[in-house]
């Protein structure tokens, strides 16, 4: 249908982390800095923290991994007793620092800071409009939008006030059209939003006296904080000195039938050890690894996994197969960024590099090997040959999830459609591309069966097209972008 | 009259560099580059280049100085053939990359980049104004709110076409107050501006087929370009494929009568082999030193400079006297930002680390030393004391410039009122503070005289409180400022 | 027995790595890079490369891990067809550049560098003798003595011939007591040798014309190189321009009866992935867990690992016992050395900061926890608290080792004697100490029964304190030594 | 003669500092690091500092400024009252770090550090004998056999004992042929020792109750240390706990008749507030000028020096001939290593990124340009036509020290014979090729006249090529050498 072509932009992983001590402490920095760390797994290129102080905001953000941008003297700077916090993976070739979040603006109702994670469809028009109307933009985030929304926004209430900025948040996401989970800090009041469909996770935890926000619960539980519940799709959180409030998003629209938690979270993306949209990540895991055993069955001697993200479902295929469960893959965890390839003899390092087959556990045995997932298909076939080169008499892949035919707008990030082999291939022929002898795919009805879930609290346009939003009409050409720091 | 207190803000020190070239070159950044370095002592904090390859701007900036941040690689990727530069000193305790220029930002007129030495006096009142209409900001530089008032501009033309740009430079320039010497780059076109009064310097210089802007013809001079002549107060210069031309800026009004050229650019800024405003440096400093000589003629066996700015006239002063010239004081070019100081026994390194007294040159010799100004006091008080620690017998304090006696709003550093030695001190005061036998300062109209300059073509405020831009009223407590990076 | 208070020295752990392209080939420090890549989890702290060109070696050595030290650049500066590397890590608390490897340094026989893996018993007293008669120490390495040793060797053949290195290399060896797997490289020859009982492991591999010499098989694998054999203990290896050709190191020597094999590697050290003295590691450990379940079975509901050494020996477990097997635990893999931890509230976030235990598939279990080994309790003890938390009823936790009660002098990292809990606790009290309701270790016997080994073949003093090799006496203070780089 | 092309081998720069407190003070490094400060003219490669605390040594080296190196960090890890450091340049092309000093050694005797400034004649035949009875070499420099003579030599007192180090010194000082100003320090003790002809510098200077060595009185200056005197020639000074003394360095040979102080320090090296061989450098220069004009007068307009070397010749040049003096080169102090220079239009930006010339002043002028010496003739040539390019008329250079036609072998960086244009060319020959209308050299004997010494005292071989030391034999190739890091 064209989307790609059209929307062919950024597309960011992110997240996020927020923390208000309604009593007195110094060390919001601190927290967000290791809740940070918990969720390093959802982006890995740039992260940020802001802090607040009750009179103003701290900032300091870098490309890199958490522990590497912040030691204690930058946290030393990070003063005060809230602060919110972000991490980062783009699918640009050149990542730039202007990109990294939280952004911090100056605005009429004060200093304000926000950490988005998500990606908006109406962002490019938005964006059109506001620069029509005298904006000015230097990065190239759909957040900076939402930023510009609220300095435009006509709120009541004193400059810099809980109610000041709530309204204008209300009147900000009231324009997007999108995925959002999004922390907002000021000196005096933090903000979190969810969007009405929910497509992105945002759980509030409770630290003693303090009040926290986080895309996942490990995160909670690296600060010892406790899970209190998911934020509702639709709900606005507001944390100041009085303490916490729920309320509505937009109180005039009615909640929304149709609900788009990411199904993808699930299957991939998520840590497994976090509480995702109320299950346990390991647990689903488990789940559609049993539910793919039942659904395509096999004659084998050995499931093995494809590290680290196919070993729960390896294990329930395992376990409901009877078939023993081995870690016929290694995995590396060592692998950078930069990793120089030999020049002349030897190509195609990637799969390489990160995995490693057993050939004395594989030699000669029938082999059923679980991955969550098939994008381009290309280190399927690799991961395929690897097994073989080791000594595998059959490989039997198993998929964990349906095959992914349809890029993700909604914050996970996919390659565009002719690159996803499934867009354009039949199970059979993605089998003989990737050379296994027999592949098979977890249905749709059956990862919502094991999950015990109705379809209909869930985005899985991955796999089926169905779009739960709208996209806008397309009007004017993209504008130029700055390149560079 | 309380000038200090209510406008204490961050004051920039800066240098601006651009180049166009009008045929084919690759290579605008490289020449971008060795003008930055030539112009390094207007600001040793931050710099950037931003370059046009007439589709897009490519941008880097950094803190530093320009030998550190660019190397091949970096300026590799500045591609194009026109590109504007700035480096910047700025007050403030702390120094942030956000604050680094040029500013590039992204408007409905496309990609849009700004280099700009000078201070505006009604910055403030302007972003209250802007943030209030909805506009954000995410630095505390005056330059800033330029750019949003060309991003709120209403110019005919096609967006980024030259003629738009020029309109919404002058809509922009039209609404602030103030010394700007102002560069602007889009893919398509270069425009520089000058306010009316044309406080702050700018050149205009040829490189076969280039045409280049500068603050001090010592950038053209690296680069081998020809001098054309000083871009006039209240002038535009527009170059674009088309070739340059000049137009007013403000064709409605009529040419200042007054004009508001830095005369501290003479005494001390600016360096000793640059031409600026007309005439060259050296010898404008090397006439205040005669004329200094016959306001405050002295016995004494030896005239020495306080290096490197003091030279010029301290030769001068020896030739006009007919008293011997030597480098009495020796300085050090090794002396970073962060020098560590023992903790115990030795305080106060500061002067120390930089300059040297030879006992051997000043042993019981009646000295005259040169100074182009007196700030605070403590550094001419160090350096008495380290002449007669050396030996000098009698020292006698000379000083090419008039008491420096009010802050500058302007462009140049100078500290609030209150330190200013000579705002509260009589000269008589003033020797005592410093020990030095005797003190003189040049006089106002010696300095004119001196130089065969009309003064109404020059500010002085910094001698006599004349300022020659009315300061608004101050309407609302200043805005918080963000913290960090 | 008080060998800790005496031999409280620096201990490394480390991993080897060469190649010598007998062809022509330009690309030795390329494969050096990727084999030290595989070899990463031998030593984290800093590592290194010497590569030959024929004429002179080139050096590049750093502190950090292989992917961050080596770029392009770097590699294109280690010229050469032949190439050895080293990549490192250290008990001592400062960690030095000055004694990252290999050693490069000019003696009689020209340039020669060395690359050790291994604990010499007798360097202290080597180096005592070595100063004694003028030399001089750089580092605090055993590897430096061994450098020493052949500068003093008086070896036939021309200086910097494979005679003449092989003689020093030889008569250097005959001096030295204890574990090294070493490579030695000239300009014109690569030796490598491995002590008479073959503590440290060292193989043989084949890529094309190339020779290659690694500490473990996982090396070879991702260069695609082809596993020939073990380097036997005792053995000798030489490779020039004429090809590999292998000898008795010590020809008048007996073979040793008793092998010194590092049982240690097995259980933790190695890679899952690797052959090790001719045995699969992941085999091995699987084994284990299958025979730790015979020897300590327990009614349970959940059999898990502690990633990631732990886990195919927990698999073993599970299928020998027919417990269902889970992955309770969850590891972090962005943990840096330089974690901060906030100020005041929380404490000791070691543990915490990798593993995170998973409430909903622990939560009413009784849980089989099953770990390598048990060093200082410390650790378990915070493990088996951790699943306490998320709900576990009852833990039970298995050792697939028996108990370390005795350091290592060969080359693994263990605590001094006072430090190892089992040392002075039985394993009633070190199940009491880490809170565990059953605590099991693998008997010796049952380690080699599994393993279908006999005990001669290998060391196990870290759990008998049976020392295979003698320590000297002592017989001067340890000598003072530099602090810094 | 052809030395050159046999000892074409590394010459280094270098300046050396120590400080020993006899009383207690834990400043010894932050004294070090200022003094090292003072004397970064001499070295601008690398630089370090050891410290002792009584105990043992800690050492800190690095490439670089003495200012980027150093910080509050480093040098509080620098513990303890006494401390050595050095600054270094060398020629060769490639900068290591294991080449910086202070060296610092474990040998039998304890641990030692040495920072040595100067060239041995006789270290690469020192370097293949000791080589040859088993030493090994980790650098190139001429310190490290001096370290190894150390360490060989038979020493009486006890190890670590200021006996055994000061026998040890003078046993290995016995063996070298050269020039050396030379400090050692171990935590017992702090030796100085100056070659018994005297080529570098050495004063001696006391700060309250410390010693302070250092190469020139400008560090004792800067950190208000009194003078007292020089370290003579063959003199040995002991600095302990109990106090200083002096002792010959060799007793048992006679004192120097013909001395060999470098007559270059005066002319180019030190800086001009240094006190050197008892005599002021800016004195010294000065009468050069005076002496100059004396021997090559002319008519002219102005007299202008190079600077900043030249400038103190140039006030003595324009004082005898009565022709105005003016500052008409004007240098840059910004100028880093690695200047990227445009890649097409421009070339040889050498000299131009350095130095500018004043049109103003020049326009139209007879102009005598005064420099320090002519080397290879090139930047010689560059300036004279910068000059003429800025209009002068007539361009007379005056080079105040004899033609430079003979490479120096102890401690200044000359070029080869064949790239010094004075060793193949007249004076008139090399004025036509700088493009001078005339060219005066000082002469030799004007030169000492000048100063009122006698040439007996002076090494002046890079005039004349009266080496005063004997080169040896060349008996073996050079060793290869180790490349990198």
Known sequence: MGYDAVYDKMKDECGVFGIWAVGQSEEAANFTYLGLHALQHRGQESA???SSDGETLHTHRDMGLVADIFDADVLSTLKGGAAIGHVRYSTTGASHLKNAQPLAVQYAGGPVALAHNGNLVNAEALRAELEAQGSIFTASTDSEVIVHL????????????AEQLVGAVRQALGRVSGAYSILFLTPKVMVGAR???????????????????????????LIEAEYVRE?????????????????RLFPDQRPQARLGRCVFEHIYFARPDTVL????????RHGFGRQLAREHAVN?????????????????????????????????HYVGRTFIEPQQSIRHFGV???????????????????????????????????????GAREVHLRISSPPTAWPCYYGIDTPSRQELVASTHSVEEIATYVTADTLGYLSLDGMYASMGAERSGFCDACFTGEYLIQFPKRTAPPPLRLVGQ
Chains 1, 2, 3, 4 share one sequence.
Do not use: H, Q
């Open 48 to 50: 940020g923290i802001v």
């Open 150 to 161: 609220i300095a435009r926004a006509r709120a009541s209430g004193a400059p810099g006030s």
């Open 195 to 221: 969007d009405p469909m929910g497509f992105r996770p945002l759980v509030l935890g409770r630290l003693k006296g303090s009040w926290v926000l986080a895309s996942e619960t490990t995160a909670l539980d």
């Open 231 to 247: 934020v509702e799709p639709g709900e606005l959180v507001i944390v100041d000195g009085s303490g916490l409030r729920s309320e």
């Open 277 to 284: 949209f109320g299950r346990s990540v390991y647990a689903v």
């Open 300 to 332: 084998a001697d050995l499931v093995i996994p494809v590290p680290d993200s196919g070993v729960p479902a390896a294990i329930g295929y395992a376990e409901e197969s009877g078939i023993p469960f081995a870690m016929g893959l290694v995995r590396s």
């Open 352 to 390: 390489k590099l990160k995995l490693n087959a057993l050939k004395d556990v594989l030699s000669g045995k029938r082999v059923v090997v679980v991955d969550d997932s098939v994008v381009r298909g290309t280190t399927s076939r690799k991961i395929v040959k690897m097994l073989r080169s080791a």
